[in-house]
DNA sequence: AATGAATGAGGGTTCATTCAT
DNA sequence: CATGAATGAACCCTCATTCAT
């Protein structure tokens, strides 16, 4: 974020960044528009004012507005996903994946503040709306996968049950952010909330 | 729905509703809007040429369109959590009151489509979400309350539980909705997988 | 043209008019925006400024710019071609029936000046050409008609003559208004190698 | 049309071109654009896009957009306006002349497809509508002549038929190429009533 | 000679909201 | 109670043009 707000040269003039790092720039204006205010507030008005550049030059690098946010929405869940996935994959049980994941997930968002919440949740503009439903299947499929080959659930319950825990996700990082509970007691309590679903329907089922 | 499109008498005259009838009219015009093109597709004006009526007359209504839209949201939530609160109370257990909680939410969406998952998903504008977080507050302290007795769960750990297990209904509805399963095969896993986690957080907590 | 300018009343209130006086009001202000400037001149935001009215307020009345310029190329033609008609339908000859068309539109042009000129010439936006390409397929029949019942020439011929006569009276019409000519000798020339030309095609073809 | 696209070495660097190449490249390039999607899809920054070089480019070779289409109106109606005289030339009568004009427009308009429908029709911008009429006022005063000394006719009034014969090649050309004719058709109706006028205007004048 | 980042102005369109009638 | 004309602000997007490098 070190180019948010101030990007002016001692003359006063806007900074002439190159290509990349104006893209950047964009993107880390539109993130702290959605922390702030959500999707809505992110206008391609807002994020130039706020950039300190003319109203047109956002579509220099986005298409349109709906391209600006999938942008920003890839590259932030990129940075969640990918440690996440790495955490995840150095545990052996389901149940220390569960817990690699939560704690990255705690471990960005603590940077990142309210912005991968609404970035996650916010009823989808279009272009938004086709990246979050990729990621979600395909961040589902791989929890579907260890749950079935862990615990002998058949594919199709499954399935069902990873979509159902990571939906509680976001809702998790929400009762730590207003201070409903510790990170440690939030990933202890949906750590073993997982697992034992997971176990239960593997028993029976 | 009844009065949802047509409301002209025989002289061609618009109807001459009382002041309750014709709130009730503009409620189940923005219903069938939102079903439709979701929260973004009420408009004061499209709410009155649907309703048949001229365009300044919903303000005799209601103070703007986030009053329009709470005033929506109380209605429609409040007609599914009713019966799904009676229901769960004639139920003895945990795992009754889960099962027949899930059962009213499936009747609810069954009939109003669209509507509810939208109403209760949508990137809230202002006045919604004040409603939202307040309904939420009722219901999983209700929750968490049966989470407690039952299974001697500490009070901060039930709330949590709580929380995980309701934020997760939505996406059950969106699985069956989207043809990812059968409303006994959805319901029967969520309602396993959430009294698994309760008795899992009762044993060892 | 009585509302082109200044429609407010004496308290300062722009004038509130009746739709069907505000739609006039528009097409009469459009009309001297294309007369001043051609097509481009016209934007649903000089429109507005010249008749003293909000921004958007044109979009109550056309559903985008193309409507409104569609719906003045139809006023404005309408009003030369009816009459037009009416007085090609007193003469017998051909000669007469060319004589009188061109009087009429003579007689339009000298009220609505350079505003016809440009709206037969103009390279047209979608909606117009539409129009345009309508009004001339029905107008070049009516000739070709009266070509070929009067002359003896074949239909094929008598399409394309009357295709080559009318695409020159715009001409006809800048010759005059650049005071190329008088009226009368413009009116007798024109008339003179229609049905010099008519009766030629007839005797050989 | 040989530079349209591709103007790289082998290295891949954009090709090291003349001044007066470049220009021409410009020309070229803004030829095929003009022809496939009017004035309007003219650009600076499409045209350059095109050419395969950076956008302020043009400014070099170019005072300004206005220039740039200037400067291809005039250079694609000389390439069809030279040939059309010298053929025109060769003949002795008016109407040899006027068939060998209208026999060269098609040629040309053949090779060079919608640009010069385009080029001759469209709305025109200033720069572009003062070589308009300058090239109109060249052509009217030597078919003018024409007329005046084969067929006798006065000055003022040969000046008018010129006028009125020429504003109807464009037709002639659209009659064409929408299929309402062929060429050897169109030509021979179009030069008998050309004749047939002027004598006509001959005789009683 | 050439690049390409950046400006700034203009134009299309939509809506919540107000208010005269 | 009800209408519907009108406002005004906000947004989206495109382009001619400039200018530092």
Redesign the pocket.
């Known amino acids: 974020m070190s180019l948010t707000d101030e ?1 002016r ?1 001692q003359s006063g ?7 990349a ?2 893209r950047e ?1 964009f993107l880390d204006v539109a993130a702290a528009l959605v922390a702030e205010g959500g999707f ?9 004012a706020r ?18 946010l999938a942008a920003l929405f890839e590259r932030e869940t990129g940075e969640m996903d990918r440690p996440a996935t790495t955490a995840a994959d150095r545990e052996e049980t389901f149940e220390g994946k569960v817990r690699a994941t939560v704690g990255v997930v705690f471990d960005v968002v603590s940077q990142k503040g309210p912005l991968l919440a609404r970035l996650l949740r916010a009823e989808a503009e279009g272009p938004v709306d086709e990246r979050r439903r990729k990621r979600q299947r395909v961040i589902e499929q791989r929890w579907a996968r260890l749950i079935a080959e862990e615990f002998g659930v058949d594919e199709a319950t499954s399935r069902a049950a990873a979509a159902v825990m990571l939906s509680s996700i976001p809702r998790v990082i929400e009762l730590w952010a207003t201070g409903k509970g510790s990170r440690e007691e939030l990933t202890e309590t949906y750590t073993r909330m997982c697992t034992a679903a997971a176990r239960d329907l593997g028993e029976t089922g």
Do not use: C, W
């Open positions: 990007t040269t003039q806007p900074a002439r960044l190159t290509r790092q104006r720039h809505e507030a992110v206008t391609m008005e807002s994020v130039a950039a300190g550049v003319s109203k047109g030059l956002g579509y220099a690098y986005f298409d349109n507005r709906g391209e600006l």
